[in-house]
């Protein structure tokens, strides 16, 4: 039901939590328990409820229009209750236009391909206060933050038939533990949000306000963040507020006009995807996305959302030709409503929760994006670093002779690295598409190929910034990610997977143990070059420090060939000793290691006024620490 006060908000673009409103409300109304619907089509001229209670007839339960110039057609159906199906029956007052449409606030929907919207009740009793207390000290930006980002319909599937997704609660029973165990701090679940088409991997989702049935109920999937919680895992969505799929039933041309969308393709098509684009020129979509964000953390106590393709909708020529966009008011190409909205959307989940965080997946050199609002950034928490992960995979991929030549991409990242608050993503988009899996991006034989991948994965946790792989990386799964399969967790039955995963839960472990590696993440006191010039032997060395007095000096070795007596410059006299080696026989390494405590002497060595002399495995990295 709504008040004068929700009525205006509406209309100003400022309501919230619609979510509370619209869609369908199940309650008591005049002492008879049924549902009220309620939904935008101001362009309608006839709105009827159809569904299981009225055999889906048109007309037998008709909404009213609201006088109040809102376009808000609402009723109460008696008969309708939990469980039930049903649709809005709309007809036009254009083009003679009808459709049968899904509820745009639905919070639960069928299993595709059946197109329905249910009634449902988002009961549900939490048991992760403890963790809601505290999660704010959890996710800031001097935290550590290790970001498993998985695909549920393919994380797993049932052992006994391969074409069963595993269910909300099946992975509830696995998920928790495996990431407590493995040393993940967040989940990154890729668009849980119901979408018609599987092989969308959700990012063409149409049920912004239900998580999709394909793997259980709204309460099932509570109970899965619940676990995670009880865990002390934080859970991350995917959230796509830059385009939606234009099949008939959902939000394209929703009451026969382009309601959601913008009338012109040139702003309201994405010639690549083939989706609409939403108008976020108009005050009810900016209500209906901002609710949507803000439901996921209201109903779900979803600890944080990243959003996708930003670029997007940061540009009205993003991916077309001259001719086919529309420049703004002031002639440029800068989407004005997008930004505004983007800003909005920031201020409002921290204002209201300052506890999450809100990550963008930006490609280009767009400015601030994780900057606040009030001094000209987006205002989000956190952003991708694309660049870096361009560099890094590209130099990975070559063959270590020919490392020498390309030695700056290694090295170019940290010129930046304090611009944004940014998040290194070796993400599902680099194991798809022909791209090959992370190990398989690696040259040589399988030596090589496994060292190398043990190599990147240290010297990510190693480089200024957050971490985020995509499952199956832990162990280094040979094909490419298949979302009609589960990933080949069978190859742990191989030793050299086997010391894979156990390299990749030492690193976790690691990386939270020692503050330096974290709390500076985003200010140029936390990291030092020691060598970042020496591209003849393809070697990195740096210190990386936290807040107190205790560097790490890390040293990365490119190449399958050892540097013995390799001489590094170190800022003062002491003992140094190595405490992790990537190239230890424990995760399938060849043995060269520094065993013995190593004395700096007052040797000038890379600018620093003391130096020490230590072994560079192969193909790997290391860690050392100050013991006096």
């Known amino acids: 039901m709504f008040t004068e006060h929700d009525i205006y908000l509406f209309k100003q673009g400022r309501h919230f939590r619609l979510y509370q409103h619209l869609g369908a409300q199940v309650l008591m109304h005049g002492g008879v328990r049924g549902t009220y619907f309620a939904v935008w089509a101001p362009n309608a001229q006839a709105v009827s409820v159809i569904g299981d209670f009225n055999y889906w007839s048109p007309g037998s339960h008709k909404l009213n229009p609201r006088s109040d110039g809102s376009g808000i057609w609402e009723g109460f159906v008696a008969q309708a209750m939990p469980g039930q199906t049903y649709k809005y029956h709309i007809e036009s007052r254009f083009h003679g236009y009808r459709a049968d449409k ?3 606030f639905a919070f639960f929907w069928e299993t595709s391909p059946n197109t329905a919207s249910r009634i449902w009740k988002m009961d549900y009793d939490w048991s992760d206060s403890q963790w809601m207390n505290t999660r704010g000290q959890k996710s800031g930006l001097e935290k550590p933050m290790s970001i498993y980002e998985m695909h549920l319909g393919s994380w797993k599937r049932d052992p006994s038939d391969a074409s069963r997704f595993l269910t909300y609660g099946e992975i509830a029973r696995d998920l928790p533990g495996y990431l407590k165990e493995m040393g993940y701090t967040h989940v990154e679940f890729m668009p849980v949000f119901e979408h018609p088409f599987y092989g969308s991997w959700g990012y063409q989702c149409l049920g912004f306000f239900s998580p999709t049935s394909r793997f259980g109920t709204p309460q099932d999937f509570m109970a899965l963040i619940d676990a995670l919680h009880q865990h002390d895992i934080g859970v991350i969505l995917d959230w796509v507020p830059s385009h939606f799929p234009t099949d008939e039933y959902g939000l394209g041309y929703f009451d026969g006009t382009h309601l959601y969308e913008h009338q012109d393709p040139r702003k309201g098509f994405h010639p690549d995807w083939k989706s609409f684009i939403f108008n976020y020129d108009r005050h009810e979509v900016v209500n209906f996305l901002i609710s ?8 779900y106590h979803i600890d944080g959302l990243r959003l996708d393709a930003v670029a997007s909708m940061l540009y009205l020529d993003y991916s077309r030709q001259n001719g086919e966009w529309i420049p703004n008011e002031f002639g440029g190409n800068e989407n004005i409503g997008a930004i505004d909205f983007l800003k909005l959307l920031n201020t409002t989940i921290y204002q209201n929760y300052p506890d999450v965080q809100t990550f963008a997946e930006e490609s280009t050199s767009w400015p601030m994006v994780s900057r606040p609002t009030y001094v000209g950034g987006l205002g989000f928490g956190y952003k991708w670093n694309m660049g870096w992960m361009n560099d890094t995979l590209n130099y990975m991929e070559k063959d270590p002779v020919y490392r020498k030549y390309h030695h700056n991409k290694m090295t170019f990242s940290i010129w930046y690295a304090y611009s944004e608050n ?25 030596w090589n190929k496994f060292s190398g991948l043990r190599l990147l994965l240290g010297y990510m946790y190693a480089h200024p910034g957050k971490k985020m792989t995509f499952m199956g990386s832990e162990f280094a799964q040979w094909t490419e990610w298949n979302h009609d399969k589960s990933l080949d967790w069978h190859l742990l039955e191989y030793e050299n997977h086997q010391q894979m995963l156990k390299w990749m839960k030492t ?10 590696l974290y709390e500076l993440d985003f200010s140029n006191k936390g990291f030092s070059w020691i060598d970042c010039h020496d591209a003849d032997n393809s070697t990195l060395s740096f210190l990386r420090m936290g807040r107190d007095d205790k560097p790490l000096l890390v040293a990365a070795n490119f190449t399958p060939v050892p540097r013995l007596k ?59 620490e100050v013991v006096s």
């Open 102 to 104: 899904g509820d745009p």
């Open 292 to 299: 949507s964000a803000m439901f996921w953390l209201d109903k």
């Open 422 to 446: 940014f998040v290194l993503p070796l993400s599902h988009d680099e194991v798809v598409h022909g791209k090959g899996s992370l190990i398989n991006k690696m040259p040589g034989d399988d």
């Open 507 to 516: 690193l976790n472990h690691f990386y939270q143990q020692h503050p330096q």
């Open 566 to 624: 390799h001489r590094l410059g170190v800022p003062f006299l002491g003992s140094w000793k190595e405490i992790l080696n990537s190239d230890n026989p424990d995760f399938g390494g060849s043995g060269v290691t520094n065993s013995d405590i190593i004395e700096s002497h007052p040797h000038n060595s890379h600018g620093y006024s003391c130096s020490l002399e230590l072994s560079l495995p192969p193909m790997a990295i290391i860690f050392l």
